[in-house]
């Protein structure tokens, strides 16, 4: 939010922005999340990897 208000954003543009930028986090997330389970699913069932993807590894 800070950014947009330096950027000089007000009122509803400021508004719409900020809603823009809080969609775009969560498909970046989502994303994230997808990788990482792409990963784990491709990865050796190590210690290794289970510290690292433990919480997206499906047992």
Not at 4 to 9: A, K, R, T, V
Not at 12 to 37: C, G, N, P, Y
Request: net charge negative; aromatic share 6%; glycine share 6%.
């Amino acid at each position: 939010m800070e950014d947009l208000i330096n950027e000089g954003l007000t009122g509803d543009e400021l508004l719409a922005k900020f809603r823009e930028k809080q969609v775009q986090f969560r498909d970046a997330i989502k994303h994230l999340i997808a990788e990482s389970r792409e990963v784990s699913d491709n990865s050796t069932s190590d210690k290794k990897t289970k510290q690292l993807f433990g919480d997206v590894m499906e047992n």
